[in-house]
């Protein structure tokens, strides 16, 4: 177990090259050269879009008068929901949103009409003459009143293994609470946009900054009313996405599209941060019930939990979203008896939508403070049951899918390895002793996230690779890259398997008329899925290149071929033959160079009618120990040090998944501490720019963080055995949550701090005082 | 027209001088490399470099070209990505891409330029200065440890440098162009032939931009507007008849960089870092923060505490007014329409105790939840000769603590003193709940900030309050 620093130097099995390959996109980004869809050179006579949103959360629509808007210089057209040529309907999972609102409106922030218009300040003018009347209608913001309400967005699931009830009367230790989690906003650094032109056969191509190619595409020939074919959607690269441009990309990409198939200019539609932060929607606050019952061993023998999932206004990626938390109920626990249920409850808030973790870390957030809720109470340390239920193979999980090559107690155990529990502990209570204002405190997270999208369907992908006659490729899959490296992992896989320089590859935009029918680059998947249609493209022209140099180029039939570095080897001894070469000899007798390759997850199924399956094509582990310091004078906090042992497999580009892990630690503390979403009962955000909103700066974040490469055999469902990364390593953040209770209750005992996330700055003087 | 150098090129435009240099170089120039990231000068992608002339000196400085006037380039040198982009990346490039620093990428511009800014400040070198440097720039993906990384091997760097900075080693160590040796005397030339822009007739007075173009961005970019940023009369700080005078359009980076006013504040650095970022600083003038009269103004609560006193002026005639009378109620000002404040100026006693406290959110680049700042000095007996007390936050406009401080005046400082004193404080108080916290924890924030100013003076009066469980 080594730190990153060391390993990169000294433990790099095989094609060192490659595995140190970094993120390939880095010199673009550091010269400014990267095109986002704002940079996208535009075509003469384009449009600029502008949106009429709710000034109020929930009423009816009693008149609108955009006669005189629509007057004004500049102003081209403004489209109502009466303009839509077909659908209008943006709604992903259930068709329940309307892309321009029709007689009602159910958030402040819904788009109501599109103004078109030759420049910004036209359709900023344009903007202040639109009248409107609203009569409003009552308004919910908290999901438990949504429920007790009837408002749902979809069906309320429920998991069950064992018999919790029955189990409960076994237990010594029985406690029930609640816990909330807030949501979060994803402050991509790049705000949502597209820009669409008009094409031939009445078509539209749109440049879209999603996470969703075919997202967009779908919603785009919906509301025009055209078939998928007559939409080319065209993605470079995202400017940050974290989820928030998984589904609700598809919006903005309608709205330009509509204005350039409408008026067959070019339209661009590029929000403003405030826009965006009003009119999209977050991470799903949660508000849970947890009961929890343990034997006289501290084993958790039942566990019970209700999960109010606050949807929003419409149904989005929520019912999704409410499944994984379901999913990750018990995190990295093994509990013989679950019973955990989740509403999807409608608001009159934007519709909420995924965010990395995609309600796992929700799920996560309750099962972590039912643990603590009990430790506190009889008054042990909340690892030693923590680590008491850790999960093992062989164990069952409340759908049904048995853990196999678990490394939960593997993670755990190296952390204590590394780090005396006994002795930080013996540290902070000295600290604690001797200071009257300042108070330490430290907690571990463990973390157990299914690799998968939790729809089976969606575990597909297809890449394209072309070579081109001169012996350079490039390289078009379904995913995006949006900064977790994407690009580079394909190039690796791509490189690795033609046995070629990386210099002779290209990645493509992501472009659904070269791949079709994308899964969105979710799910910590894409690298996986992606990865393994470039493999078996790849594969295809290897093969075919083999027998042309077996049967056409040489005579050696039984003869073993292998292409690497560029050179052709037979029988393992190099030939004459180079890539450049052998690659225009193979055209000249009209081999096909191109490929298309498909992947589609094999072994997992889940059963919703039953809620049993094996959903997962397997599991990420890892935990981390969170040491943070309060000011108990002004109520603020500093994370002194986050330490993490992470399951990466047999990680194939170490620097890029690094990053990701850091990265994801950092935003997980934020959610956890100072990010915190203010609507008021009117259903206003008052965190509404990034004055108001705060999410970590240079100087907040740990002081120390360390990630350790947990060594694993990996696992062969993943690309290359490099296990997915993007998602799980969020979820350690939550460790900052309990380490600044911990150090609150330091200071005052007697403290009743809610589980309610975030602990921001006021929380914690308030439970001081 | 604005006449200006854009990283190797003279450029003449007729644009408004209100609209931004982040609008002028993307959709005028096509330089897309600086993005847009929220418009209010609160996250760094947006970020150039703007060179100009300083006793003589080229200085180049961070900004955000979001907030930045068109007609505040006049006469500069205007840097983007693409003004030090060469054949090779530069070493602050390498070092963003060996440490992995860029994820998505969008950010990754503003920390190159702030990073950039840092090698070319002559005196910078160490890791706190780098680090310091990006403290405006927010990074949603990386978790800024690789960031940190590259800002280590810069200062290492910068380390191994002979002496001062100058041109000629930026230039010959590849930092940036050569092109840049050339521009102090491109920027003489260009100040001799350059045309007033302002417009006399013009009411909307603009410093640094960094408040009304956030808040008045359509406003400003449509107006006739007087450009007062670089005028000379109103930069700069003095030391004249025992008193410290400021003049209007001295940025928060001008007076925190003021040998006078350092010696004078031991602990204005940690102060200071408390305010905003680095690029808002460079550009934030201490007028423009207490004209704005926002009632968590940094620097006006500040000053506030220094009993400071402002000259207005309407070009015919001169008075002065104290900070503590210029607030009326919610954005009211005893002003009137024609005159703008020239200087803020204050006397310090020599014993004076002073401190500055600020609680948000975020500690760094946010704006306060409450603030609040204190000064006072002692008698040889202990009791409290003088004191000023203000506070943001807990008031419709930053609050002089006026009965709170007739309360404290001739007391000794004790556990009783201080008890009374915050009654008495919570009687002149009236927080709101809003984004930045509810009433009741802005009423606590500001109990424990005031005690916080005294702390220094009897830790045991703290714990005497603070660790009695009745309090």
Redesign the interface.
């Known amino acids: 177990m080594d730190t990153i620093k060391k390993e990169k130097f000294t433990s790099l099995p095989a094609e060192p090259d490659l595995k140190s390959l970094?993120?390939i996109?880095?010199?673009?980004?550091?010269?400014?050269?990267?095109?986002?869809v704002?940079?996208i050179?535009v075509m003469e006579g384009m449009l600029f879009l502008k949106i009429f949103d709710s000034p109020i959360a929930h009423g009816t629509i009693k008149s609108i008068d955009f006669a005189e808007a629509e007057k004004m210089e500049g102003v081209v057209k403004i489209f109502s929901c009466k303009d839509i040529p077909g659908e209008n309907q943006i709604g992903g999972i259930i068709p329940d949103e309307p892309l321009l609102a029709d007689h009602e409106v159910h958030f402040m922030g819904q788009p109501i009409l599109l103004i078109a218009a030759e420049n910004e300040?036209a359709a900023?003018d344009a903007l202040a003459k639109i009248k409107i009347e609203i009569e409003p209608l009552p308004v919910i913001t908290d999901p438990r009143v949504a429920f007790a309400q009837g408002k749902l967005l979809s069906a309320s699931r429920k998991f069950v293994m064992g018999d919790a009830a029955a189990a409960f009367k076994n237990c010594k230790y029985i406690f029930e609470g609640q816990a909330s989690t807030n949501g979060q906003e994803?402050?991509?650094?790049?705000?949502q946009g597209a820009y669409a032109y008009p094409t031939e056969h009445n078509s539209v191509k749109v440049f879209s900054s999603t996470q969703g190619p075919t997202a967009v595409q779908r919603t785009v020939a919906r509301v025009l009313g055209v078939g998928m074919n007559s939409v080319e959607v065209d993605v470079s690269?995202?400017?940050?996405?974290?989820g928030g441009k998984e589904d609700q990309a598809s919006t903005w990409g309608a709205m330009a599209a509509l204005a350039s198939y409408v008026l067959k200019r070019p339209a661009k539609c590029i929000l403003?941060?405030m826009e965006d932060m009003r009119m999209t929607g977050k991470r799903n606050p949660y508000s849970s019930d947890y009961k929890i019952g343990l034997d006289e061993t501290y084993k958790i023998i039942a566990y019970e939990a209700t999960f109010y999932q606050n949807g929003g206004a419409a149904a989005d990626l929520s019912p999704a979203i409410l499944e994984r938390t379901l999913f990750h109920a018990t995190n990295s626990y093994f509990i013989p008896n679950v019973s955990v249920t989740a509403h999807s409850c409608k608001t009159n808030l934007p519709p909420n939508t995924a965010f990395r973790g995609f309600g796992g870390p929700q799920g996560m957030f309750v099962i972590e403070s039912a643990i603590d809720h009990v430790a506190k109470s009889i008054g042990i340390d909340t690892n030693i049951i923590q680590r008491k239920n850790m999960m093992d193979d062989g164990d069952e999980l409340s759908y049904g899918q048995i853990v196999h090559h678990c490394e939960a107690k593997h993670c755990w155990n190296k952390m204590e390895e590394h780090y005396d529990l006994k002795k930080i502990k013996e540290e902070v209570n000295a600290f604690n002793n001797s200071n009257?204002?300042y108070k330490k405190g430290f907690s571990l997270m463990p973390v157990c996230f299914g690799i998968s999208f939790t729809n089976t369907m969606m575990n597909q992908a297809r890449a394209l690779v072309h070579i081109y006659s001169d012996g350079t490729v490039g390289v078009s899959t379904g995913g995006v890259e949006?900064?977790?490296?994407l690009n580079a992992k394909m190039m690796q896989v791509a490189a690795a398997t033609l046995g070629i320089s990386t210099s002779k590859i290209k990645l493509e935009t992501t472009n659904t008329t070269r791949v079709a029918n994308t899964s969105p680059s979710a799910a910590s998947s894409t690298a996986d899925l992606n990865g393994k249609a470039v493999l078996d493209a790849c594969r295809q022209i290897n093969e075919r290149l083999h027998t042309f140099i077996k049967t056409e180029l040489t005579d050696k039939i039984d003869s073993s071929i292998e292409i690497k570095n560029g050179v052709v080897y037979i029988d393992d001894e190099a030939s004459v033959f180079n890539w450049k070469n052998l690659i225009q000899q193979a055209f000249m007798k009209r081999i096909s160079l191109s490929a298309k390759g498909h992947y589609a997850t094999p072994i997992i199924h889940f059963d919703k009618t039953i809620e049993k399956g094996h959903p997962f094509a397997y599991h990420v582990y890892g935990t981390a120990l969170t040491q943070v310091t309060v000011d108990c004078?002004?109520?603020?906090y500093e994370i002194d040090a986050v330490h993490a042992v992470h399951d990466f497999g047999s990680s194939m580009n170490p620097?890029?998944d690094?990053?990701q892990c850091?990265?994801?630690?950092?935003?997980g503390i934020g959610w956890m501490t100072?990010e915190?979403i203010?609507y008021n009962e009117n259903g206003k955000l008052?965190?509404?720019?990034?004055?108001?909103?705060?999410?970590?700066?240079?100087?907040?974040?740990p002081k120390k963080?360390d990630v350790h490469f947990l060594h694993t055999a990996g696992n062969d469902m993943a690309i290359l055995k490099s296990k997915a990364v993007g998602e799980p390593p969020l979820m350690y953040g939550i460790g900052a949550y309990f380490a600044i209770r911990n150090a609150v209750l330091a200071f005052n005992p007697k403290a009743a701090v809610p589980y309610a996330a975030p602990i921001?700055?006021?929380k914690v003087?308030?439970n001081l005082? | 027209m604005i006449s200006f150098i854009l990283n190797n090129q003279t450029v003449v435009t007729n644009q408004p001088s209100g609209s931004t240099v982040l609008d002028f170089v993307r959709y005028h120039k096509?330089?897309?490399?600086?993005?847009?990231?929220?418009?209010?000068g609160?996250?760094g992608?947006c970020t150039i470099l703007v060179g100009d002339r300083e006793d003589g000196k080229l200085i180049y400085r961070s900004m955000t070209s979001c907030l930045m006037p068109l007609g505040n380039a006049q006469g500069k040198h205007i840097v983007?990505?693409?003004g030090i982009?060469m054949a090779d990346?530069s070493p602050?490039?390498?070092a963003?891409?060996d440490t992995?620093g860029?994820?998505?990428?969008?950010?990754?511009?503003g920390f190159?330029m702030s990073l950039t800014g840092f090698v070319m400040n002559e005196t910078a070198k160490n890791y706190q200065q780098a680090?310091a440097s990006?403290?405006g720039?927010?990074?949603?993906?990386?978790?800024?440890?690789?960031?940190?990384r590259a800002a280590e091997m810069l200062s290492e760097k910068m380390n191994e440098k002979p002496g001062e900075t100058t041109m000629d080693w930026l230039i010959s160590n590849n930092f940036i162009p050569a092109y840049f040796n050339d521009i102090a005397n491109r920027l003489q030339q260009l100040k001799t032939t350059a045309e007033n822009i302002n417009d006399e007739n013009g009411t909307l007075i603009i410093g640094g931009g960094t408040d009304l173009i956030?808040q008045k961005h359509?406003l400003v970019k449509?107006s006739a507007t007087n450009h007062v940023f670089d005028t000379a009369s109103l930069k700069g700080v003095r030391f004249e008849n025992e008193k410290y005078i400021i003049g209007a359009s001295t940025t928060v980076t001008d007076f925190a960089e003021s040998i006078l006013i350092q010696n004078n504040f031991p602990d204005l650095a940690k102060h200071i870092k408390l305010v905003s970022s680095t690029p808002i600083r460079n550009m934030a003038t201490i007028a423009g923060n207490i004209v704005n009269a926002s009632p968590i103004g940094d620097m006006t609560v500040f000053f506030l505490a220094l009993n400071a006193e402002i000259t207005l002026s309407n070009h015919a005639t001169k008075r002065s007014v104290l900070l503590k009378d210029f607030y009326k109620g919610y954005k009211q000002l005893d002003k009137t329409k024609d005159e703008f404040i020239e200087s803020i100026s204050f006397s310090l006693p020599s014993a004076a105790v002073f401190n500055f406290?600020k609680?948000?959110?975020?500690?760094?680049?946010?704006?306060a939840?409450v603030n609040s700042a204190c000064m006072f000095q002692l008698n040889n007996d202990g009791t409290i000769e003088d004191v000023h007390l203000a506070a943001g936050g807990v008031a419709p406009f930053p609050k002089y603590l006026f009965n709170t401080v007739a309360f404290l005046k001739n007391k000794k400082i004790s556990a009783a003193t201080l008890k009374e004193g915050i009654k008495i404080m919570n009687e002149e108080i009236a927080p709101i709940s809003?984004?930045?916290?509810?009433a009741?924890?802005k009423r606590?924030?500001l109990r424990?900030?005031f005690?916080?100013h005294f702390?220094g003076i009897n830790k045991n009066v703290?714990?005497e309050i603070?660790?009695q469980p009745a309090?």
């Open positions: 970094g993120n996109d880095a010199p673009n980004h550091v010269t400014g050269r990267s095109m986002y704002d940079d050179p300040d900023e994803h402050l991509y650094l790049e705000t690269r995202l400017g940050g996405g974290f403003h941060r009257d204002f949006m900064g977790q490296g004078l002004r109520g603020t620097t890029v690094l990053g850091e990265g994801g630690i950092v935003q100072m915190e203010v008052l965190s509404n720019a990034l004055s108001t909103y705060k999410i970590p700066d240079i100087y907040s974040v963080l921001t700055p006021e003087l308030m005082y | 096509r330089l897309s490399g600086t993005k847009i990231g929220c418009r209010e609160d996250c992608a983007t990505v693409e982009n990346l602050v490039q390498q963003m891409v992995n860029t994820q998505c990428g969008f950010c990754t511009i190159v680090i990006i403290d720039n927010i990074c949603r993906c990386t978790g800024y440890k690789s960031i940190e956030v359509s449509r406290e609680v948000c959110k975020r500690t760094h680049l946010d704006i939840s809003d984004a930045r916290g509810t009741d924890y606590l924030l424990q900030l005690l916080a702390a703290l714990k603070l660790l309090f």
